[in-house]
């Protein structure tokens, strides 16, 4: 199942997310997490699409909130390709989806903790509370999962269902959203699947002009001006 939030703006490339889903993976299942859109006029654009699901009205908390409401709808699907609503497949995620790999990033970067006093390090101390995960020490060098964008295995997925991580992701704004990033790169090291060794592209920075240039293999990404 392929997932993905969407908060829908003029210009959402949300249809053509479909349809390069649709084009490699012509059976599967799509479920779009609406998040909270002003117009909702897009719903209209898959009616005649047999597999795509649009979920309104029931998610306040962004990316993270939209993966956390598909997986306690669908909570027994064998994978989760977890995306954003302006990215595009290029080519199957097929080895991915069949591979014995419980989590693999679509793409990392590293990234060094904040001081404790920045919104960045409390909101994670918040969604790591009472979990079996936690939080390195500040200024400790780490890799982050892009997007968040992944693909999962229904085993992996429970873990973190379970441990109460995903239902304490209550991102409000683009800053957690970003800091979710850092939170799934974390927490799939600390299940053993650092995005540095399982991702499809490796570093995203390190890629950032022919991601710009549609030179990467397995997706691209569209930049548009995004709700904050």
Same mark, same amino acid.
């Given at each position: 199942? &392929?997932?993905?939030?969407?908060?829908?703006?003029?210009? /959402?490339p949300?249809?053509?997310?479909?349809?390069?889903?649709?084009?490699?993976?012509?059976?599967?299942?799509?479920?779009?997490?609406?998040?909270?859109s002003?117009?909702?006029?897009?719903?209209?654009?898959? /009616?005649?699409?047999?597999?795509?699901?649009?979920?309104?009205d029931?998610?306040?908390h962004?990316?993270?909130?939209?993966?956390?409401?598909?997986?306690?709808?669908?909570?027994?699907?064998?994978?989760?390709?977890?995306?954003?609503?302006?990215?595009?497949?290029?080519?199957?995620?097929?080895?991915?989806?069949?591979?014995?790999?419980?989590?693999?990033?679509?793409?990392?970067f590293?990234?060094?903790?904040?001081?404790?006093?920045?919104?960045?390090?409390?909101?994670?101390?918040?969604?790591?509370?009472?979990?079996?995960?936690?939080?390195?020490?500040?200024?400790?060098? &780490?890799?982050?999962? &892009?997007?968040?964008?992944?693909?999962?295995?229904n085993?992996?997925?429970?873990?973190?269902m379970?441990?109460?991580?995903?239902?304490?992701?209550? /991102?409000?704004?683009?800053?957690?959203?970003?800091?979710?990033?850092?939170?799934?790169?974390?927490?799939?090291?600390?299940?053993?699947?650092?995005?540095?060794?399982?991702?499809?592209?490796?570093?995203?920075?390190?890629?950032?002009?022919?991601?710009?240039?549609?030179?990467?293999?397995?997706?691209?990404?569209?930049?548009?001006?995004?709700?904050?």
């Open positions: 199942m &392929f997932v993905f939030s969407c908060k829908y703006v003029q210009n /959402s949300v249809k053509e997310t479909v349809d390069s889903i649709l084009k490699h993976h012509p059976n599967e299942k799509i479920v779009i997490v609406d998040s909270q002003d117009d909702h006029d897009y719903y209209k654009l898959f /009616s005649d699409y047999d597999t795509v699901e649009v979920l309104y029931i998610n306040k962004r990316v993270p909130g939209a993966f956390y409401q598909a997986c306690k709808k669908y909570p027994d699907e064998p994978y989760y390709v977890n995306l954003q609503d302006c990215v595009l497949i290029k080519k199957p995620l097929q080895k991915f989806i069949d591979s014995n790999d419980e989590f693999i990033s679509f793409a990392y590293y990234d060094t903790l904040h001081e404790e006093t920045r919104h960045e390090y409390q909101y994670m101390q918040q969604v790591f509370a009472g979990t079996k995960y936690f939080v390195p020490n500040p200024c400790t060098t &780490f890799y982050a999962c &892009f997007g968040p964008m992944y693909v999962i295995k085993s992996m997925m429970k873990k973190f379970g441990s109460g991580i995903l239902e304490n992701m209550k /991102s409000t704004c683009k800053v957690d959203d970003e800091t979710g990033e850092r939170i799934f790169g974390l927490i799939a090291e600390q299940e053993g699947y650092n995005p540095l060794h399982f991702s499809m592209e490796g570093d995203i920075m390190s890629k950032w002009n022919p991601m710009l240039a549609d030179n990467l293999e397995y997706f691209t990404k569209r930049l548009l001006k995004l709700h904050i």
